[in-house]
């Protein structure tokens, strides 16, 4: 099968009823691959609510213990128990926002893959085209900021709120240490406010920079917009 010749323009994407015979080949294997990624979205959904319902519910657990503990005055056995279990919920916080960022992105890669999915369905029936407009909608309409607090944007994610919490766990961490160590309140308190900080700063950072790293890797949307415009001719 030769190209089109040189100067013809661009190729028109072929429509269902012109393949012929391969028709019904096309649709099983569309209709395939949408069930796939579908069903690779739900698993993502489920296995990030379960981890954070794990981590959750450890934080509520470790912080009970710590209250019934809470009485024991100052020592080194007070501390080493105060530390064992913020430092074990601090590290499930660690690799629980590491995780659930991870499989953030891997849904968003599969919903980019059923984006384009959809746009072939437009090309090869272009009267379901306004169908799949009308439930696409454009991503500015679900963002829950303004521009200027778009950096906030990704702590309504699980992976920021996870983040969020785990920075909290290794401030306290430091303080009840410093604390434990023989700084005053007065001192431990401000470490653990500057490490839980700086725990915040760096998961920002690296949410940000494992979120630009998705987006150079991306698979090519499909041309949405250019639905309606194909179709109403």
Avoid: K
Avoid at 46 to 64: K, M, T
Avoid at 104 to 112: A, E, G, M
């Amino acid at each position: 099968m030769t190209g089109p010749p040189p100067g013809s323009g661009p190729v028109r994407p072929p429509r269902l009823e012109e393949v012929g015979e391969a028709a019904s080949a096309w649709i099983t294997l569309l209709t395939t691959e949408h069930y796939n990624l579908q069903t690779q979205r739900a698993a993502t959904i489920g296995e990030v609510n379960g981890r954070a319902s794990v981590f959750l519910g450890a934080v509520s657990a470790g912080l009970i213990s710590l209250g019934f503990y809470g009485h024991a005055g100052r020592s080194a056995g007070t501390t080493a128990f105060y530390a064992l279990v913020l430092s074990s919920l601090a590290f499930l916080g660690v690799v629980t926002f590491l995780r659930c960022l991870e499989i953030s992105i891997d849904d968003r890669q599969f919903t980019l893959r059923i984006t384009n999915l959809r746009a072939l369905y437009a090309q090869l029936v272009p009267e379901l085209s306004y169908t799949l407009l009308d439930s696409a909608g454009a991503e500015q309409a679900v963002v829950m900021l303004t521009p200027r607090r778009q950096p906030f944007q990704r702590m309504l994610s699980v992976a920021g709120s996870i983040g969020v919490i785990a920075s909290v766990l290794i401030g306290a961490d430091a303080g009840v240490l410093a604390f434990g160590l023989g700084a005053p309140p007065a001192a431990a308190l401000p470490i653990g406010a500057a490490a839980g900080l700086a725990a915040l700063y760096a998961s920002v950072r690296f949410q940000s920079a494992r979120w630009r790293g998705s987006y150079s890797s991306e698979p090519t949307r499909g041309n949405v917009q250019g639905f309606s415009s194909g179709s109403g001719d």
